[in-house]
């Protein structure tokens, strides 16, 4: 009569290694899609908390100013304010670098603006002030 030690223990093994197998991939990717998808969110909360902010600051008239409070995703690769200044229409750009490539996120504004916009991660309070009928500064 043959006896069979530890074949039990063995299988346990065997199937915690493939259950592993499996399960590591499944929880990297949907970590990874997770971290993209709240720096998203930042983003997009970022351009838009920061345009609205522009907009209502401009419609108050001279001298009026507002102070927004951002957060900065990592990945950042430009926080730019851009100006056309024969059509009068102005935007902000920001381009952030996912998992699968370089995004673009940007939001047109009524008036010119001036200053500069943080691209490095963190919290910023933002002095968003209306300087005369037609320009807007931003500063940090």
């Known amino acids: 009569m043959v006896k069979k030690r530890g074949q039990a223990g063995i299988e346990y093994v065997i199937l915690t290694g493939l259950l592993l197998f499996f399960l590591i991939p499944l929880v990297h990717y949907s970590t990874v899609e997770t971290n993209n998808a709240i720096r998203d969110s930042q983003l997009e ?24 409070v951002i957060t900065a995703p990592k990945g950042i690769k430009t926080a730019a304010l851009v100006n056309d200044v024969a059509s009068g229409a102005s935007e902000i750009l920001l381009q952030i670098e996912f998992a699968g490539g370089i995004s673009d996120v940007h939001a047109g504004v009524k008036p010119l603006i001036y200053g500069a916009i943080p691209s490095t991660s963190g919290t910023y309070h933002l002095k968003v002030k209306s300087l005369n009928e037609s320009s807007v500064e931003i500063s940090w």
């Open 45 to 68: 909360s970022y351009v838009s908390r920061l345009s609205k902010a522009i907009d209502a600051v401009h419609s108050m008239g001279p001298d009026s100013m507002e102070i927004v």
